[in-house]
């Protein structure tokens, strides 16, 4: 069994502010019509330059949220790019590998046309009680410096279970948006089998 956190926040969020731009004829709905009428007179490239501008405006108003978050069979190899673990039982000195996909985090210029992210996470197992096992805080540091503005981040963690009994329990993890400062956290479930 793989468990992921359904997309569902992400779509809501930006169906939500879609609706509001249109409603109020913002700078987002004003940049998506300036980018049909762009497309309809033959230059899609502006077109589609015009279309992220737009939801560039989005995705700054969007609040910081884990979209996706699932155990892999390895570290995933880039964004998207890894299997889903079948099963969520590990034995003791078994390696969680997780993947984890944030949207609406902060993108800030860091100088003339470079844009970097920064995100942390902390790290919570808990016992089937709710008990903290463990707790690790800055477990994480990730930041994604490109030349382009980008919407597509993706994290990877490894949990080793060094001497773990076992037993079912919970992996809570914190993310943290070190530029907007806001965060969001997701918790799978899992269990350590002899």
Avoid at 20 to 34: E, F, N
Avoid at 79 to 98: C, H
């Amino acid at each position: 069994m793989h468990t992921t956190i359904w997309r569902a926040p992400l779509a809501a969020a930006l169906l939500s502010l879609i609706t509001a731009a249109s409603a109020q004829a913002g700078p987002a709905a004003d940049k998506m019509a300036q980018g049909e009428q762009l497309l309809a007179q033959g230059k899609p490239a502006t077109a589609m330059k015009t279309a992220r501008e737009a939801f560039d405006i989005l995705w700054d108003k969007m609040p910081f949220t884990v979209v996706y978050a699932t155990f892999t069979d390895k570290k995933a190899a880039g964004y998207g790019i890894f299997n889903p673990r079948k099963s969520n039982a590990y034995k003791a000195g078994d390696t969680i590998q997780l993947y984890i996909e944030p949207k609406g985090f902060g993108i800030r210029e860091v100088k003339k046309g470079i844009f970097s992210s920064h995100i942390s996470t902390d790290l919570v197992v808990r016992n089937k009680n709710g008990g903290t096992v463990l707790k690790k805080s800055d477990f994480g540091k990730f930041r994604l410096t490109s030349r382009r503005r980008f919407h597509e981040f993706y994290i990877t963690l490894s949990i080793t279970l060094t001497g773990a009994p076992a037993g079912q329990y919970s992996l809570v993890v914190p993310v943290h948006d070190l530029i907007k400062g806001q965060a969001s956290s997701f918790s799978l479930p899992f269990s350590v089998v002899k």
